[in-house]
Each structure stands twice: as C-alpha cells, then as structure tokens.
C-alpha cells in the first residue's frame, strides 16, 4: 500500500528527466490497446519508465534516487516486469522488453529518425 501511495504521488509529477535521444524510450503506441483499457500483463507507464532506466544501466538504487521512490518500490517494480514478462533475470527482462518493442536500441532509433 505504501509503493502504490509513493508511486502515485511521484507519477502525478512531471518526469524528472528527459533525453534528447530516442534510445531505450518506451514505445507506448506499440503497447497500448485501442480501447484505451490495459492487460493484466501489459507494463504500466511507471514500469515503462523503469524499464528505460534499467535499459540504461542503473540500478535500483539510482532508479530510485532519479524518480524519489525507495529502493523497495524500484525493486516491487523491477519485480512486477520480470513477472509479467516471464524473465527470471535481467538480460532476460531486456531482451523480452525487445522482442516485445516495449525498448528500442539506438539502431532502431536512428533508421526512425532518417525516415
């Protein structure tokens, strides 16, 4: 209960960083349903943020300092996505965030950008 009224309270905040690059940004258009409504199994827009930290290379600790959330939230959160992408470690967590375009690399970026 408290990770939901602490996720809750910083999701309402604007993010608190953004990048100029597309690189290891959520896809959200390629997840969301066109009802507007979520699976059960789909990440939520908070997961899809961690994700993207995690992506980068950061850990709970840092993911936590970055988005002022305890390390217990960050680590509920990295715990949720593995769950629902059946990853049981977090390379992974990384490639099914791949094979499911919920990642793009910098490649992908970049032939999005010249298009």
């Known amino acids: 209960m408290l990770a939901e009224m602490d996720e809750n309270e910083v999701g309402n905040r604007e993010r ?3 990048r100029g690059s597309n690189a290891g940004r959520p896809l959200s258009t390629d997840q969301a349903p066109t009802d507007g409504k979520r699976r ?4 939520t ?3 899809l943020e961690i994700l993207r930290l995690i992506w980068e290379g950061h850990t709970n600790r840092s993911i936590a300092a970055c988005l002022r959330i305890s390390m217990k939230t960050a680590d509920s959160h990295r715990a ?3 769950k629902k992408l059946r990853a049981s470690n977090i390379a992974q967590l990384l490639k099914a965030a791949l094979e499911r ?7 992908r970026a970049r032939s999005r950008e010249s298009q």
Request: aromatic share 0%; proline share 10%; hydrophobic share 35%.
């Open 16 to 18: 608190l960083r953004t």
């Open 80 to 82: 949720n996505m593995m």
């Open 45 to 47: 827009p908070r997961e």
């Open 40 to 43: 059960p199994d789909d990440l």
């Open 101 to 107: 375009k919920l990642l793009q690399t910098d490649a």
